[in-house]
């Protein structure tokens, strides 16, 4: 969702209206996943997707009429439908799409707590009387805000609201975004941070090297470090949603980097290097204290092997084994 924040703030600044229309289940080859959200101005504006471009029209124009009405609404789209060849589901998906209007004051509490990168979870009552309601609540389950009320006015536990809803609730977490820590400022660094990005992955870049961190280089970076990695790890934390790529190619950055990744709760540590440097790496990394075990969890040489060249290839080919990774652990 955060990816639509741009779009979302622009629109409710000129007064537009707009309707947020959730992905709420999925059957068959349908092409996005439950949780994914699309956001439609009155003006017609649209971002976001809730399939990839099968239905995207058909919602846009339901979410047209819903904007106008003020009611929320229960979409289905399936290839037992009529309209499955015009929405383009004829391939065998269904889909299932919750559409309502935003309401501006819960928005008012999601948005800077979207931009701080916190968890969240998004609360809606999909069925029965009190259809659209809607509640924000922290990663502990504390309430933050109701639809229609603004903030909450005091610590209420999400469950029992969603005990008192007179119908279907569904739960749309917002996690924060996952953690690249990338260590020290090289040509690659460069060109994986601008595709981190894309993939909307917070990029740290860590580098004692003071010279080499520049904010123009590094402009989609979201932090620069200018100090040594244990440093840096200690003040970052390194957590499930974190991924370490040690890039300096300089033993003494990346190495006691390493020590500590490898050990941590970090989804994934790689590093660059030939496979020969790698042999030399991995036994001064068992001289200095790491186990076999540990070492078995460090990708190494860095990144799928796509027989890449270039900065930007070898940065394509770490974050696609990144991806990987995070992917196979959720």
Known sequence: MRELLPDLEHWLAKGERVALCTVISTWGSAPRQ????????????????????CVEGAVLTASKQIIQSGKPELL??????DTAWEVGLACGGEIDVFVQPLDPALFAELLPR???????????????KTLGSQTL????????AQN???PATQSTRIANLVAQAEGEVFHNPLAASPTLLIIGASHVTAALVNIAHLMEFRTIII???????SEERFAHAHKLVPVWPQTAFAELGLTATTAVACLSHDPKIDEPA???ALRSAAFYVGALGSRRVQAQRRERLLAAGLSEQELERLHAPIGLAINAKTPEEIALSIMGEII??????Q
């Open 148 to 150: 229609g009320t603004g």
């Open 114 to 128: 979207l931009e701080a990168d916190e968890g969240m979870t998004l609360s809606t009552v999909i069925s029965g």
């Open 258 to 260: 390493l020590m500590l």
């Open 207 to 213: 580098d004692p090297r003071k010279a080499f961190m």
């Open 324 to 329: 990987r990774e995070y992917r196979s652990e």
């Open 34 to 53: 439950a949780g994914a959200v699309m956001a439609v101005s009155e003006s017609g504006g649209l971002v976001g997707s809730v399939s990839g471009g």
């Open 137 to 144: 609540a922290d990663e502990n389950g504390e309430l933050i």
């Open 76 to 81: 289905h789209f399936g290839v037992q439908d």
